[in-house]
């Protein structure tokens, strides 16, 4: 025995610096030895882009070791991703549908927010757009966001209750390129949610749909089946339906569940 314990020292002191640098339990590095914490991976609906920043920024400063990274798009490409395989952690849908349609992937989502549908123009109005009726408008260049698109969803059945007829000159993939095109001046008129028309400020005039002509989207959370951790996924779910995040939705424009 007294032969080989001086070799099972040496043999503990050889591996004592590699398990350091693979980082071992409670070890706060990561495998690269990059640094602590916990990195959220958010595919989120590009209507949310502007006040899930801020949202992002003040969970990372309620929680202190948590990084928040967002992917935006078009709801039906969230789907898409996730079907894939994407890594990611929560999802948020701008409607109840397309998140229905991933819920073999998540865990129960919960409706974190509400919108309504405006119509945008250019600044000023040129083509003197003041209702849905006026989409159907000849030579009128008009946007909307595709079938497949929530935007697109809610917007085609504001139409259809007017009993509407317009024929877009494009169909956008997400609810952004429509409000786009239009503060590029490339459409006279886009249907968008009220708070992208409150975002680009300036860049549009907005004109309000009535309450009896309009259609509101509902906006579910909920953290993904394939969370690198699961337990930080539902915690930022269940945060978005707190008092902080609660507040930046309201002041963002958005309708409160």
Known sequence: MRARRPLAWLLLALAAPLAAACGGPGDPRGPDGSGGGTTLTVLAASSLTDVFEEAGAAYEEARGDVTVTFSFAGSQELAAQVRQGVPADVLVTA????????????????????????????????????????????????????PEVPAGRYGAQALRRQGVEARPDSLEPSVRAVLSKVRLGEADAGLVYATDAAAAGDDVTAVAVPAADNVTAAYPAAPLDTAQDPAAARDFTRWLTGDEARRLLRDAGFLLP
């Open 95 to 146: 409607d109840t549908a397309t998140m229905e349609s991933v819920s073999g992937f998540t865990g129960e989502p919960v409706v974190i927010a509400r919108n309504e549908l405006v119509i945008v123009t250019p600044p000023g109005n040129p083509a003197g757009v003041s209702s849905l009726a006026d989409l159907a408008g000849p030579g009128l260049r008009l946007v909307l966001a595709a």
